[in-house]
């Protein structure tokens, strides 16, 4: 079993930024790759950015060049730097881990990029 807990949501102004934290426990050996999805209203779950154990990268095109995933191993947590923030980002982000025993996700963390 893998636990996430996210963190750093918020309001903020289009244009902006937000730093997302994830942070991963319980059977982290196991992990293979972490990532970024996210929901908005009305919408179905849209994947946003993935790292794998190995440190391979992909982003969605709707990202790219916008948003950064990294990880910090000794910590155990992936961010998700996301900079020039559009409304059409406001959604609740959900962080998951692929791990050996299935998918895990977290709770999620609501953003919101007012215009």
């Known amino acids: 079993q893998v636990r996430l807990v996210e963190s750093g949501g918020h309001l903020v102004l289009a244009g902006g930024s937000l730093r997302l934290s994830c942070a991963a426990s319980?059977?982290?050996?196991?992990?293979?790759?972490m990532g970024w999805s996210r929901q908005a209203p009305g919408k179905q779950r849209e994947w946003v950015a993935a790292?794998?154990?190995?440190?391979?990268?992909n982003y969605a095109d709707s990202v790219k060049g916008r948003f950064t995933i990294s990880r910090d191993g000794a910590q155990n947590t992936v961010y998700l730097q996301m900079n020039s923030l559009k409304p059409e980002d406001t959604a609740v982000y959900y962080c998951?881990?692929?791990?050996?025993?299935?998918?895990?996700w977290g709770q999620g963390t609501q953003v919101t990029v007012s215009s």
């Open positions: 790292i794998t154990s190995g440190g391979s990268i």
């Open positions: 998951n881990a692929d791990a050996t025993g299935g998918t895990f």
């Open positions: 319980g059977s982290i050996f196991s992990i293979n790759a």
